[in-house]
């Protein structure tokens, strides 16, 4: 996994530059190939980067579908707006992410979201409407704030905004480590810490604490949701996929055993079959 600040893209990336309608600069990233079938855009979780899809991107399922991804604001190098209203309103999310379906001209995309993200996505849902996208996938996603749902390194996040420096580095590190289910590698490891580092304390401080209440809008979709989890995630419970899937109307759940926060990750092959076929299936 290359560092975030590497030199530039890979050559098959498509680099795109929006801005949001409250005029946050968006680095989104058009991966699509000849081959390339259905839209898909896939969005990450709380300070991360888009570059936690690489092994999506950068494999055989970008020869299938045409995978689209983006930095959330306040993460990578998308804008970081410095007050923290900016990261408070659902509607601000929603917009976000409706600012990269309309630029890029997505055709029913597919959004596959995860951990924070599937905030993100409902926010997104919630506002407007399920009638612009084919389906949601929620990857070890965020759709209540039920405690029998989190786990116990979900309280790393907090400490990853402390105003202590020291404090904050050091609770980013123990979250990456606890992501996966087992040891990442040196490389993997410290190149995901870069990207942690890309969202500043006080970023992570304005994303902790906002609502989760999704439940009506979980109800109310029209089209096809899948859950993926891991059965060892220590971040979110595999209680939230089940929450998920009891909500909506037309849910599948796929559970990885021995995986953990990040199965597109931990059982890279196994999560790109899945995604690829629940996207054929979609209306």
Known sequence: MSPPDGPGHPPESHPVALTTPDGVGLAVQD?????????????????????????????????????????????????????AAAYRDPALWADELRTVIDGLGLHRPILVAWSYAGRIALDYLTCHGDGAVGGLVMVGATSTLAPACVGPAAALMAAMGHEDPATADAAAAEFVDRCTHLPLPDEDAAAM???????????????????????????????????????????????????????????????????????????????????????????
């Not at 081959?35 to 570059?51: I, K």
């Not at 690489?54 to 055989?60: A, E, K, L, N």
């Not at 060892?232 to 849910?251: G, K, L, S, Y």
């Open 193 to 283: 810490r870069a990207s942690t580092a890309l969202t500043s304390p006080a970023v992570r401080r304005a994303l902790a604490g906002r609502p989760a209440d999704y439940d009506g809008t979980l109800r109310s979709l029209g089209i096809p949701v899948l859950a993926i989890h891991g059965e060892d995630d220590a971040v979110i419970r595999p209680a939230m996929a089940r929450h998920t899937v009891r909500q909506a109307r037309n849910a599948g759940l796929r559970l990885y055993p021995e995986v953990g926060h990040m199965p597109f990750w931990e059982a890279s092959d196994r999560f790109d079959a899945d995604l690829a076929a629940f996207a054929d299936a979609c209306p």
């Open 31 to 83: 991966w699509r190939r000849p081959s390339s079938g259905r839209d898909v855009l896939l969005l990450h979780g709380f300070s991360q980067s888009h570059r936690c899809w690489q092994r999506q991107t950068g494999g055989t399922l970008a020869e299938r579908l045409r995978l689209v991804t983006y930095d959330n604001r306040g993460h990578g190098r998308s804008g970081k707006p410095v007050d």
